[in-house]
């Protein structure tokens, strides 16, 4: 008793510790697992789609657990997902370095308090060496689809193999064809045949950022100068001396816009909307502190949390009515409402929306980037693209050599666009026209045996995306267990598990600033919050930390359905 009281303690102060390992009974059943594998029992197969920080998550669990019977299928030619493919100058993470890294494998000599994206990929390239996961990986493999087989309980998936290997940054084209209708699966020229492959079990790590946006503008084909997205920067492109528009003001131009600046001749951002942006506290490390956050793990564990419950507070800011949100909101205007002059007005700095309600972005160099002679901000929409630059609403014609779009990701179309057919040849897109939705943002019913990592309503607005998915790979591990210690043959979400579930996730967004009047990548077309999670990280962590058999529809290898 005494021993798990330490551990429940532990667990309150340090919450970004996989939590069914770090109970008793959650101890007790991974030996059992694991002593069952060493004696040979079967493990199944195991799909695991994209090789980002959940596909790599997933895979390590696994192995911790003695699982060595999966398969991570990843389309680009090396790992890291995101933070392979932004590249743009200036890209880092806004959740500091020490809580960005999973609390099973702690990067102990981050160089600085924020991350930049090359030492982020570093970390997740060299779990994959000190793990030995690459064996297990299959680059330039894109799965196309999956089908559910029934009457076997396993998943045909797809899969897509370029002839000319490519990198995440060479398929923007393909996103631009999808958002004209057209089917780029088909439309690919250099594509050798589909191959077949199956898994008794399919877990998806395919990310909510990974398709870029590019709005249809009018006469985009028509511009001869050169355009790209952030997520696909061109490097060999030079910037110096030319007259950039940026398109899309979000959290990546933030970054790359301030770095842009100094460089180009001109630099004229099309902004919509306009963001909340607090200063960054972000420095390196000094040598002493680096040499105590290696050598000494509580320092480094208790420096970790201290930033989990920082972030973990502000989430007050995403309720409906707060009243910090309200004096954030007064305070911001009266402080940056000073910049505003005839060149940079008051609708060019301050937002007309709660604090909160779109992602709140942390930079020193914004401000002082919009203050510059060779930057100007166009508040009035884009009506055009012409062969030269672009044109506003108001007819104004601005000439342009390079326009850079920082418009974000196809965020809530999840899963797209793999084909994922389910049991009675249900179509996943089918099941969610009206908005993705998933128990625990993890399962879809109908589809069995089949998971999702970073799923629907499983974002954040303000702390680390890399917990929330270390709670749904240990919730998941949980669920693979009882293939190993059951002899299971597929399991699936009880239809009233959704919708109560479905009905938690309405009430508790109608109660946060995302319902409100504003725009954001949170919400479908039709209003809907389907990314975020409505609520603190740590009532996540809870409701994943037990498996719930009443929440599941078990099928045993006897074909005897067990409704528990
Ligand atoms: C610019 C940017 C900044 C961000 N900053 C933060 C931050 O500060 N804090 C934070 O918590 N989160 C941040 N995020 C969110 C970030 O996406 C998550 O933290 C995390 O990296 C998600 O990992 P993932 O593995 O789920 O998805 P991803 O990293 O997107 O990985 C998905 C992988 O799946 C592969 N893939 C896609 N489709 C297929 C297919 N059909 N077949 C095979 N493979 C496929 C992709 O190539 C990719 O490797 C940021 C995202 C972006 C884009």
Redo the contacts with the bound molecule.
Sequence with gaps: MALDFRSNLHDLLFPTSHAESSTRAGRAKDAGVRRLISEGANTPRIAI???????ICMALQLLEQGITSFTI????KGVG????A?TYPG?A???PSHL?SFSFAPKVNWTRKFPEQPEILSYFESLVTDHNLAPHIEFN???TSATWDEALSLWRLELLRPADAID?GEDVGEDLREEDGEDVGESEPQRTPTEQVEAEIVVS??????RPSIPNIEGLETFEGTTFHS?RWEHDHDLTGERVGVIGIG??AIQFVPQVAPQVADLTLFQRSVNYVAPKPDRAFKGWEQWVLRHVPGVREAYRSSIYWRFEFRFRLMKKGSRLGRLLQKKFGEQISSLASPKLPLEALVPDYTPGCRRILIANDWYPTLLRPNTRVITEGVSRITQTGIQTDSGEKIDLDTIIFGTG?QATEFLAP?RITGRDGQELSEVWRDGARAFLGVAVGGFPNFFI??GPNTNLGHN???FM?EQQVGYIRQIIDEFVLRGISSIEVQDTAMDTFDSEISRATAQTVWAEDCSSWYKNSSGRVTNNWPDYTVKYKQRLAHLDPRDWLVRTASQAVDHE
């Design positions: 789609l994209g090789a980002g920080a959940a596909g299928y990843e389309k680009a997902g995101t933070w392979r932004n890209a993470c806004d959740v960005y493999t894109e799965v995440v790590g395919l990310g909510q950022l990974n997520a959290a990546s990701f793999l990592l970073y680390s995306i890399l998915i």
